[in-house]
């Protein structure tokens, strides 16, 4: 969510002495240095589940799972951003400027709410879709339900398979993800939020 922007532009090495020192998490691109808002507890719970799944599938797999304090630079454009979860295979690669910054993950997920699904669909993917090494993006909706996996096909274009329920495959993880899992308890916090809107009214 885009809250606050600092007021001239950056350069990148602007960007990153900033935000190495902040104590708030910004994505960069274009020059401006833009503050991501913390998310909701179902997009916590969403999150946490999701890499508890993918930590248990890919145990036995030379891969590493990482949360959204993980920094990822899509060079070709210029963007840095904090996927909600981000996994590398094999051996990581870092930013020519930022021994802390991946640029090399495999898989990318954001988990989606009202204020950033049309970025995350829309300008976020198409800088995604820039970097060598992804092979899948998945977006997660918190209600409804709906998990959505775009696979980058051998011709270049994307391949888009969603579910509900039952499980969904990451072909290029060769696993297979339990919508029940991803979305453990967060049917009582989505309960609870509705309770304090009745209350405020």
Not at 14 to 40: P, Q, R, V, W
Not at 94 to 103: D, E, G, P
Request: charged share 25%; hydrophobic share 40%.
């Amino acid at each position: 969510m885009k809250v606050s922007t600092v007021p001239k532009y950056l350069t990148e090495d602007e960007y990153l002495a900033l935000e190495d020192a902040a104590e708030e998490k910004h994505e960069f691109i274009n020059g401006e240095m833009i503050a991501m808002s913390g998310g909701t507890l179902p997009h916590a719970a969403i999150a946490a589940n999701l890499t508890g799944e993918l930590v248990r599938l890919l145990k036995s797999r030379p891969c590493i799972v990482l949360s959204s304090d993980a920094r990822v630079n899509v060079d070709p454009t210029g963007l840095y951003t904090y996927p909600d979860v981000s996994i590398v295979c094999g051996r990581p690669q870092y930013a020519a400027k930022s021994r802390i910054t991946l640029t090399n993950p495999l898989v990318l997920v954001e988990v989606l709410s009202d204020s950033t699904e049309a970025y995350d669909r829309g300008a976020k993917f198409a800088h995604y879709r820039h970097l060598p090494s992804l092979q899948a993006y998945i977006l997660v909706a918190q209600n409804p339900r709906r998990i959505e996996v775009f696979q980058r096909m051998p011709e270049g274009g994307w391949l888009m398979t969603e579910a509900e329920r039952g499980e969904i495959r990451v072909p290029c993880l060769e696993v297979a993800l339990d919508v029940e899992e991803v979305y453990r308890n967060v049917d009582i916090l989505l309960a609870a939020e509705g309770e304090v809107g009745e209350e405020g009214g």
